[in-house]
């Protein structure tokens, strides 16, 4: 076991004053998960201000064989930038690593650490009229480096896909102190470069276990000229479907997002946050789900519009959809969004629930919801379903509450059982149990019953060949 003081020293010693905390008030925020699931405790809070001062600190604490915990804006949901309560690990922050390096306009790029919040990227790609399209609910504190090591997913997926296919380099620091990725500070960012094995993926969604992602070159688009957003009503995942089909068919490239959500996660939205209504107020009684769907277009805006239209016309003629409104501002439209994305922080608010990040093939998520929910229903009396996500993409936010007016206690000491359901569930119907929030600590042990021994097995192989002496954010993911 490391010797906290001899640590402490050592790190002291490669880093300036402002980059070590090791009192326990000023580490208190690092030990716990957004959640408060998750608490442990750490020998130390390290921000270092550099790559170079990042390898140094993993140096040191590989000859104290310290854990380490990479941790970017701590907004994980599965407990994966939280250390153990054992005190030993170091908790290594990207914070101050916050410096976005070029931006080239004619190659659609952008350079930047991995400490940069989400948002700041968005606006700094903004401001070069571009594109960076990666966008999470946690936008505004969600860093660069964990969207990479969780390979976040977002809304927009379906057009641009995940964090994994925006990103061209990264340069990382391995377990041993060595810097990959870069010579001397600079990176390549190309678009083609066949010349061996691809290193960038082996970080990417590693979740911090195999290396500390330090900066790395993303992908930029030309700015859109068009950008609308309309709410359907639908009475059924199924309907659901049927639209998302269509949508395809009539808006091909252009349909950026498409996000399901059911009307109990709405209602508590607009129970949580007043200031949320609900689009379709004329609408009575209110449709059991909704879809949430914007298209981005290089025409001009007429065009795009009488597109869009037509789509919803022809799906409320037909009875796919039974009310839509198309936003005629951006406020509206930015209101509309608002609805989806405080979803999460409506659920914290009503209380504790289980949550479940899935994934589906596309054309069986209606079939999942219908037999889960009734499963569930049997097996746990009065629960209520929110049901929302990325439909678009196949990616089923399915999050589980207690009854009304139930003590959560019980009910939450049922989340093994419950969790053993559903994930049976998704395993039937050819789904994964983690599409964009990682393993982390939740679901470290639930995924050797679901993937493969033999991927397992190499898992295992390749981290113990980077990570011989098991210091990178351990117990996570394997």
């Not at 009065?382 to 929302?388: A, E, L, P, S």
């Not at 009854?403 to 053993?420: L, V, Y």
């Amino acid at each position: 076991m490391p010797d906290p003081a001899a640590l402490q020293e050592a790190l002291g010693a490669v880093l300036d004053p402002a980059g070590l905390i090791t009192e326990a008030q000023g580490m208190e925020a690092a030990l716990s998960d957004w959640r408060g699931r998750y608490v442990g405790r750490a020998a130390a809070l390290v921000r270092p201000a550099s790559t170079a001062e990042v390898a140094a600190v993993v140096r040191v604490c590989l000859a104290h064989r310290a854990p380490i915990v990479p941790q970017g804006g701590n907004t994980g949901l599965v407990g994966g930038a939280t250390p153990d309560a054992s005190g030993r690990a170091v908790v290594l922050q990207l914070g101050r690593m916050n410096q976005i390096r070029a931006l080239d306009a004619i190659g659609n790029t952008i350079t930047a650490q991995a400490g940069v919040v989400l948002a700041t990227l968005q606006k700094a790609a903004l401001e070069a009229e571009r594109l960076f399209p990666l966008s999470l609910a946690s936008e505004g504190s969600c860093t660069l480096g964990g969207n990479l090591s969780t390979n976040a997913g977002g809304t927009a997926v379906l057009r641009y896909g995940n964090t994994r296919e925006l990103c061209l380099a990264l340069e990382a620091v391995t377990p041993d102190g060595a810097i990959i990725g870069s010579r001397d500070g600079l990176l390549q960012g190309l678009r083609k470069d066949n010349t061996g094995y691809d290193l960038r993926d082996l970080f990417i969604g590693a979740e911090g276990t195999l290396g500390i992602i330090t900066t790395a070159v993303m992908k930029l688009f030309p700015l859109p000229r068009t950008r609308l957003t309309a709410f359907a009503a639908v009475a059924s995942p199924s309907q659901a479907l049927a639209l998302l089909e269509r949508a395809h068919s009539a808006l091909g490239s252009t349909l950026t997002a498409f996000e399901l959500v059911c009307d109990l996660a709405l209602e508590l939205v607009e129970r949580h946050f007043p200031g949320n209504r609900y689009p379709l107020e004329g609408s009575r009684p209110r449709s059991p789900y909704g879809v949430l769907i914007e298209i981005s277009d290089h025409e001009d805006e007429a065009r795009a519009l009488a597109r869009f239209e037509g789509l919803l016309a022809r799906a409320l003629e037909d009875g796919v959809a039974s009310d839509a409104v198309v936003a005629q501002s951006l406020a509206q439209a930015e209101a509309l969004w608002s609805l989806r994305e405080l979803i999460s922080e409506a659920q914290a608010a009503e209380g504790q629930n289980i949550k479940h990040d899935i994934s589906l093939p596309i054309g069986r998520i209606a079939a999942f919801i219908a037999s889960t929910d009734a499963a569930l229903a049997a097996a746990f009396p009065g629960v209520r379903m929110i049901n929302f996500g990325h439909l678009g993409d196949g990616n089923l936010h399915y999050n589980v509450s207690p009854p009304a007016g139930a003590p959560a206690a019980p009910f939450m000491a049922r989340q093994e059982a419950i969790n053993r359901l559903v994930y049976d569930a998704v395993d039937a119907h050819g789904g994964s149990i983690s599409a964009e929030h990682g393993l982390g600590q939740l679901k470290r042990e639930a995924i050797r019953r679901y993937k493969s021994p033999n991927d397992l097995a190499l898992m295992r192989t390749l981290k113990r060949a980077l990570d011989p002496h098991g210091i990178m954010n351990p117990d996570k993911v394997l």
